[in-house]
């Protein structure tokens, strides 16, 4: 079956540092990727997409590129903040179906 | 922003009752889904609904779970008898179109705390 697979966390960074989340997945179709983001207290928030290999996803400085080679769907911020603080969920959706299928999760802690 | 919306913000329960939870998806939008999440795990999918039936559902979603679409605005779930384990945040979400790849937008969930 479809499985998402993230780096554990807490991940802690001091502010402007370089970030990157590891995302990889196995799916029977051609999935399409996301990377949602959780801040605390509030719901689940989708920060980018990308819907076919080699498309680069985008949003508020965080980036990740769908690589079906590596089966692999990392984000990547070159310079964190402390507003970034929150728990990120890589999922996938595989093709013909209504469900999502979410990693673990990984919490982020930056600090000033 | 055209935004989910959920009642209540958490809810405690007696193990055995039922409880409704309630979701308000975007208005314009066509499926709709229930997840929930344990605390310390994974978000986990219950169920789509789509034209007042239910499209997909998983193993979690057993003879205990239900949905309703009971008008033209509100998406409910609900737990005839809940047990212990039922305890976890439940999310609803809500996407516009029928296509694959499609966002679906979540709302704040609801935490169910079972006695």
Redesign the interface.
Known sequence: GDSVTQMEGPVTLSEEAFLTINCTYTATGYPSLFWYVQYPGEGLQLLLKATKADDKGSNKGFEATYRKETTSFHLEKGSVQVSDSAVYFCALLDTGRRALTFGSGTRLQVQP | EPE?T?TPSHQVTQMGQEVILRCVPISNHL?F?W?RQILG?????LV?F?NNEI??K?EIFDDQFSVERPDGSNFTLKIRSTKLEDSAMY?C?STELAG??????????TRLTVL
Do not use: H, I, N, R
């Not at chain 2, 795990?41 to 999918?45: R, T």
């Not at chain 2, 694959?100 to 969930?109: A, I, R």
């Open positions: 989910v959920q499926y889904y997840y795990q994974k978000v986990e999918f789509s789509y499209s997909e998983s999310f979400a694959g790849g499609d966002t679906q937008y979540f709302g704040p969930g």
